[in-house]
Each structure stands twice: as structure tokens, then as C-alpha cells.
């Protein structure tokens, strides 16, 4: 089959989405597919792929985000689609590229992925100072609404995983099938920990091998909530030490750079982009901290877990989805004292059964092999029925 996803989350300075649809791509090619890429760039130009290309079309900058553009323009898109003559077709972007693809008049079925909760993302985290979360919901039900409108032109709606399936069938938003993510397994595991490392990372955090070593991974972004992990590490070191180390970066590092210059043992790194490095890092770590409850999948969470590395994450979302409770903590989520208790009560554990139990989950997280195939499998269905069902 060849696939064509217009996707405008796509950027070749992205972070979570770019590195997805690069490994979904040769994963394809692998098993005789190709996938074709049509994204928002700053002039129009192909990058061609052994897998396939990623077709960069000549869009406005995102206003908050330069590193993302937005598609506004339908002709050049349904143009590219005509030309390329697609098997399928993807969208995610629930604003312009919906109606876009939605819209073409191509034969070809068409899907709608969905990879994020804008309400969970943005709303929620808004006015939660001033409204409880059944009352936010209530108030953003024209949203769910909205996305109604467009996904009756698809002939198939999938969601990353069973947390935000759940969640938007939950508001009445049509979902037809969860297809979980998956990571490069093989390129994480246990057999990485680093003894020397950890004590290393400790140094850098001002503290001894005897220390316990929390991670934190992801965007500088308000949705991550680092704020509150910060706060939950200054109360759980109240009784223990505790280093934490945070990579990432975004639009929020002054602010969380000011946090933590307040907090003793907090170190920040920028975004690690060597995978080795990372990999060795996860697996030499004592447990990953994460405080996302709108996480609609955690990639991040599942990349720790194949490293053997304990979870501690909010009771809502997709960590919690597959935190497995031998080697993890869930806590209340947007609740810093209850993180900080869960911080506690992992560190409490017999590290050595704990271990164990983290080597164990290791091997069942899914790869993003199994992704794919069950994906394509699904598409290759789409496809045989030869009549689009939303048409």
C-alpha cells in the first residue's frame, strides 16, 4: 500500500511525532508499504527517504511555536493528493487538515488518527484554579461537537491508545479503534544500568551513590506539569536524598530553571538526542517521574519501562494505562503532595525486588514492530472493502 499522511505536527525539528512517523516509515518500507509525508515547511521542497519522502509544502509559522507550521491553503494539498494517487490517506490536525483531507474527492478511504486531547492539554489545565473537571468538560462540549462534524467525513477514526479512546468516547466522540503505540524495544533494556553512571548522574545532583535518582523526560511545556514534579521532589527529600535529573527544553525553561535553582539536588539537561546515551541514562536511573495526566499514550513511560526504570505517574492518562503496578506508583494527578508520596512509597520498596520486577515488565512492552503490523493490517481491511464508507 501506499499511505499519505497530511500531517501538520510533522517538522524536522519536532520532537515526539517526527520521530514516530521517521520509525512508522521504515517499518513500512520493511513490510513492503510506502508512506508519504505532506507537511507544513517555510517553502516547498522533498526530502526523499529510503522508506519513502516527506513532501514539505510552503505554509505560515505556527505564532507560539516556529518549529511547526500550519496548513491553511487547500488546492496545493488536494493537488499532491490527485498526483500521488494514494492507497490511504491519513490526517490528525483536528483544525484546517481535517476539512482538507476530509474534503479531497479522491476514492481513496481515508483516516483520521487521533494523537492528542486538546480539552485534557488546554482547558482543563486552564481553569482548573476556578472550575472543577466535570464543570470543564460541560463548558468544551461544543468541541466534541465540532470534531463530530469532520469525522463523518472518514471512512475510519483510531486512536494512539486505550486512554484516549476511553476518554473521547466518554464525550460522545466517534472513536472506531484503539491502536496502541509501541517503541524500538531492542534499542532499550535493562542490561544498559550503569552502576558508574548512576553515581556519576548523583555527583552532578550534589549527592552520594547512596542517594536515590529520579528522571524526568519531555517538553518545558505548562501540559507537563514540571512545576509540580519539582515541588513533589523538594517534599519527598525531606526524609530521603533524592537527585532528579530533568532533560528536555521548551517554552518554559526560565520558569523552571528559577524552580529548581530553589531546590537542592535538581539538575536540568538539554534534550539528549544521542539514543545510546539515553538509553544508558534510563536503564542507570532508579525510577522515571512523569505528571502529564492529558499523556494520551507515554511513549516516554514505555521507553523507561523497557529499560527496567520503575514508573511514578498521575493515576489519569496513558502512563497510567501502562504502568504496571509490581514496578510502579500511581498517584492522585495535579497533586504534588501526592506525588510526592508516591515518591515515597517506591523508594520504600525492596530495591531488589523492585528491580526485578521492572527487568520483568521490560519484556512485554510493546514494540513499535507490532504497532505497524496491526495498523497496516487494519488499513489493508479498509482498503479491500473498495467502496469508502464516508463517501
Same mark, same amino acid.
Given at each position: 500500500?501506499?499511505?499519505?499522511?497530511?500531517?501538520?505536527?510533522?517538522?524536522?525539528?519536532?520532537?515526539?511525532?517526527?520521530?514516530?512517523?521517521?520509525?512508522?516509515?521504515?517499518?513500512?518500507?520493511?513490510?513492503?508499504?510506502?508512506?508519504?509525508?505532506?507537511?507544513?515547511?517555510?517553502?516547498?521542497?522533498?526530502?526523499?527517504?529510503?522508506?519513502?519522502?516527506?513532501?514539505?509544502?510552503?505554509?505560515?509559522?505556527?505564532?507560539?511555536?516556529?518549529?511547526?507550521?500550519?496548513?491553511?491553503?487547500?488546492?496545493?494539498?488536494?493537488?499532491?493528493?490527485?498526483?500521488?494517487?494514494?492507497?490511504?490517506?491519513?490526517?490528525?490536525?483536528?483544525?484546517?487538515?481535517?476539512?482538507?483531507?476530509?474534503?479531497?474527492?479522491?476514492?481513496?478511504?481515508?483516516?483520521?488518527?487521533?494523537?492528542?486531547?486538546?480539552?485534557?492539554?488546554?482547558?482543563?489545565?486552564?481553569?482548573?484554579?476556578?472550575?472543577?473537571?466535570?464543570?470543564?468538560?460541560?463548558?468544551?462540549?461544543?468541541?466534541?461537537?465540532?470534531?463530530?462534524?469532520?469525522?463523518?467525513?472518514?471512512?475510519?477514526?483510531?486512536?494512539?491508545?486505550?486512554?484516549?479512546?476511553?476518554?473521547?468516547?466518554?464525550?460522545?466522540?466517534?472513536?472506531?479503534?484503539?491502536?496502541?503505540?509501541?517503541?524500538?524495544?531492542?534499542?532499550?533494556?535493562?542490561?544498559?544500568?550503569?552502576?558508574?553512571?548512576?553515581?556519576?548522574?548523583?555527583?552532578?545532583?550534589?549527592?552520594?551513590?547512596?542517594?536515590?535518582?529520579?528522571?524526568? &523526560? +519531555? =517538553?518545558?511545556?505548562?501540559?507537563?506539569?514540571?512545576? !509540580?514534579?519539582?515541588? *513533589?521532589?523538594? /517534599? %519527598?527529600? @525531606?526524609? $530521603?536524598?533524592?537527585?532528579?535529573?530533568?532533560?528536555?527544553?521548551?517554552?518554559?525553561?526560565?520558569?523552571?530553571?528559577?524552580?529548581?535553582?530553589?531546590?537542592?539536588?535538581?539538575?536540568?539537561?538539554?534534550?539528549?538526542?544521542?539514543?545510546?546515551?539515553?538509553?544508558?541514562?534510563?536503564?542507570?536511573?532508579?525510577?522515571?517521574?512523569?505528571?502529564?495526566?492529558?499523556?494520551?499514550?507515554?511513549?516516554?513511560?514505555?521507553?523507561?519501562?523497557?529499560?527496567?526504570?520503575?514508573?511514578?505517574?498521575?493515576?489519569?492518562?496513558?502512563?497510567?494505562?501502562?504502568?504496571?503496578?509490581?514496578?510502579?506508583?500511581?498517584?492522585?494527578?495535579?497533586?504534588?503532595?501526592?506525588?510526592?508520596?508516591? &515518591? +515515597? =512509597?517506591?523508594?520504600?520498596?525492596?530495591?531488589?525486588? !523492585?528491580?526485578?520486577? *521492572?527487568?520483568? /515488565? %521490560?519484556? @512485554?512492552? $510493546?514494540?513499535?514492530?507490532?504497532?505497524?503490523?496491526?495498523?497496516?493490517?487494519?488499513?489493508?481491511?479498509?482498503?479491500?472493502?473498495?467502496?469508502?464508507?464516508?463517501?
Amino acid at each position: 500500500m501506499h499511505i499519505v499522511d497530511v500531517n501538520e505536527f510533522y517538522s524536522p525539528t519536532g520532537g515526539g511525532v517526527r520521530t514516530y512517523v521517521d520509525r512508522k516509515m521504515t517499518l513500512m518500507a520493511e513490510m513492503g508499504h510506502q508512506l508519504t509525508v505532506i507537511a507544513p515547511g517555510r517553502r516547498d521542497w522533498i526530502d526523499d527517504r529510503p522508506g519513502g519522502q516527506v513532501i514539505y509544502v510552503k505554509a505560515p509559522g505556527m505564532p507560539f511555536d516556529r518549529n511547526y507550521g500550519l496548513f491553511w491553503d487547500a488546492a496545493p494539498i488536494h493537488a499532491l493528493l490527485d498526483r500521488l494517487a494514494p492507497d490511504l490517506v491519513e490526517a490528525s490536525s483536528p483544525w484546517r487538515p481535517a476539512w482538507i483531507v476530509g474534503k479531497w474527492r479522491g476514492s481513496a478511504p481515508r483516516v483520521f488518527f487521533m494523537h492528542n486531547d486538546n480539552v485534557a492539554a488546554y482547558p482543563m489545565r486552564w481553569f482548573e484554579p476556578f472550575a472543577d473537571a466535570e464543570r470543564i468538560e460541560r463548558a468544551f462540549a461544543w468541541y466534541s461537537r465540532y470534531m463530530n462534524r469532520f469525522l463523518g467525513l472518514y471512512d475510519a477514526v483510531l486512536t494512539n491508545g486505550p486512554a484516549l479512546q476511553k476518554r473521547l468516547s466518554a464525550r460522545g466522540v466517534r472513536i472506531d479503534a484503539a491502536m496502541p503505540l509501541g517503541i524500538e524495544r531492542a534499542h532499550f533494556t535493562p542490561a544498559l544500568r550503569d552502576e558508574g553512571l548512576r553515581a556519576s548522574l548523583l555527583v552532578e545532583c550534589g549527592l552520594g551513590p547512596e542517594a536515590r535518582l529520579l528522571l524526568g &523526560i +519531555g =517538553r518545558f511545556h505548562p501540559e507537563k506539569r514540571w512545576p !509540580l514534579v519539582i515541588e *513533589a521532589v523538594r /517534599a %519527598a527529600s @525531606r526524609t $530521603r536524598p533524592i537527585g532528579l535529573m530533568l532533560v528536555g527544553d521548551g517554552i518554559e525553561r526560565r520558569r523552571i530553571e528559577r524552580l529548581a535553582a530553589g531546590v537542592p539536588h535538581i539538575r536540568l539537561h538539554r534534550p539528549l538526542y544521542d539514543r545510546n546515551r539515553l538509553a544508558a541514562i534510563m536503564a542507570s536511573s532508579d525510577a522515571l517521574i512523569h505528571a502529564s495526566e492529558a499523556e494520551p499514550f507515554g511513549l516516554v513511560a514505555s521507553e523507561a519501562m523497557a529499560s527496567g526504570l520503575p514508573l511514578i505517574v498521575p493515576d489519569t492518562g496513558g502512563c497510567a494505562e501502562i504502568a504496571d503496578p509490581r514496578c510502579a506508583e500511581l498517584y492522585r494527578a495535579r497533586d504534588a503532595g501526592a506525588a510526592a508520596a508516591a &515518591i +515515597g =512509597r517506591l523508594f520504600d520498596r525492596d530495591p531488589a525486588l !523492585l528491580r526485578r520486577a *521492572a527487568t520483568v /515488565a %521490560a519484556m @512485554r512492552v $510493546r514494540t513499535d514492530d507490532e504497532h505497524v503490523r496491526e495498523l497496516m493490517t487494519y488499513y489493508e481491511g479498509l482498503v479491500a472493502r473498495g467502496v469508502r464508507a464516508a463517501a
